[in-house]
């Protein structure tokens, strides 16, 4: 999977925009969207408030998460445990990403914003390679993780995978009377 | 049919020892494949003579009940280098010990020595320990040379480099904002197509 189709995905996440026209209920054929009027805050995709800031016909609200008391409890907490926090956005980095490269100028303190999610990313992908590496060397068949993002399994898929099916095909090695062509 | 299935093995050579004669099977020691090259050496197999040939061809002469041949192994997977890899896998030159390592040692286990279950064994702890390596320095070499990192790979190894360097680089792509980013082919480039304008002026 490509990071950009990953971002696809995330572009369905909805977010609170502040309209500044005003337009009637419309309806898509994924859901109802609306009604638009002026200065008061509704519910949109991303992919739509990004194309009407880009028109600069509304405001992004920022998430409640995207906040840098909230993020800096979230990079400690992450520093802290072994396993994975549950984050409060299932697709915080591209969130974050789109956000901030279309709507910096609504977000308040967008650079620590992005620095302290920088930092959760780098932690959890830290994690991941740890559990992958005791996952290989103890040659387990099973591991569960929980509370991991479709972008951070993305980046580790077709390595992981890869080396698991060579282990395999060693492992296969071990039982008498077989030996692997590949 | 050899030669379809045995295109990803090289053509390694392997030490055969010939226990029987070759003659009194019927068969020529030597000939031309596919492609029309030397397979082997024309000489006359008699017993005991020793011999390198490919490794597709000693594959398929090797037979347990008969006994035409036998196959000495190479020197990386006997048990000197084998207390070699079990000390400390990470060390070792895996590319220079021979490219394809694990390729041809699960090969080798079809001949049937006694060591098959170490040589196994081997392999497969060789595989878990340099993984840790491999994995930290193709997630961690963005726009780096790799070419110091890649060298002492084995060839089943840098196709994993490869894969996870791909991984990382799509993701940098992606969060510059370049992975939608038109660009010019490069063939077109280098075409240098001259444009009309240009040839006016």
């Not at chain 1, 800096?72 to 926090?85: H, S, V």
């Amino acid at each position: 999977m490509d990071p950009a189709e990953v971002e696809f995905l995330a572009e369905k996440e909805m977010v609170k925009i502040i309209p500044n026209f005003s337009l009637d209920k419309i309806y898509l054929i994924g859901g109802d969207l609306g009604p638009f009027n002026p200065g008061l805050p509704v519910e949109v995709p991303v992919w739509l408030a990004l194309n009407l800031k880009q028109r600069q016909k509304c405001r992004i609200v920022p998430p409640e998460w995207m906040d840098t008391d909230k993020l800096e409890e979230i990079r400690e907490q992450e520093r802290k445990l072994d396993t994975f926090t549950p984050i409060p956005s299932l697709y915080y980095m591209e969130l974050t990403k789109l956000l901030l490269n279309h709507s910096a100028d609504n977000i308040p303190k967008a650079d620590e914003i992005r620095t302290l999610v920088k930092d959760i990313w780098d932690t959890r992908v830290a994690k991941l390679r740890l559990s992958a590496d005791s996952f290989i060397s103890q040659q387990e068949a099973h591991a569960q993780l929980d509370n991991l993002t479709l972008m951070e399994i993305n980046t580790t898929r077709s390595f992981l995978l890869d080396s698991l099916n060579y282990m395999y095909k060693l492992r296969s090695n071990l039982q008498p009377g077989r030996s692997q062509d590949y | 049919m050899w030669w379809h299935r045995c295109s990803c093995v090289p053509l390694r050579p392997v030490y055969a020892e010939f226990e029987l004669s070759l003659t009194a099977m019927g068969a020529k020691p030597s000939g031309r494949n596919v492609q029309g090259q030397r397979v082997c050496q024309r000489r006359p197999g008699s017993q005991g003579t020793k011999m390198e040939m490919p490794l597709w061809l000693a594959k398929g002469l090797y037979e347990r009940k008969r006994r035409v041949l036998s196959m000495e192994l190479p020197k990386v997977y006997r048990e000197g280098w084998r207390t070699v890899f079990g000390a400390d896998p990470t060390v070792v030159d895996l590319h220079k010990m021979g490219p394809y390592y694990y390729g041809l040692g699960s090969q080798l286990l079809h001949f049937d020595s006694p060591e098959n279950p170490e040589i196994a064994n081997t392999i497969l702890q060789t595989f878990i320990g340099r993984f840790r390596r491999t994995m930290d320095s193709s997630q961690n070499a963005y726009n780096e040379d790799t070419s110091a990192l890649v060298e002492r790979l084995d060839c089943l190894e840098r196709s994993l480099f490869k894969a996870g360097q791909s991984g990382l680089n799509s993701f940098q792509l992606w969060e510059k904002g370049r992975s939608s980013h038109l660009t010019a082919s490069s063939l077109v480039i280098n075409y240098r197509k001259r444009k009309i304008t240009d040839l006016q002026a």
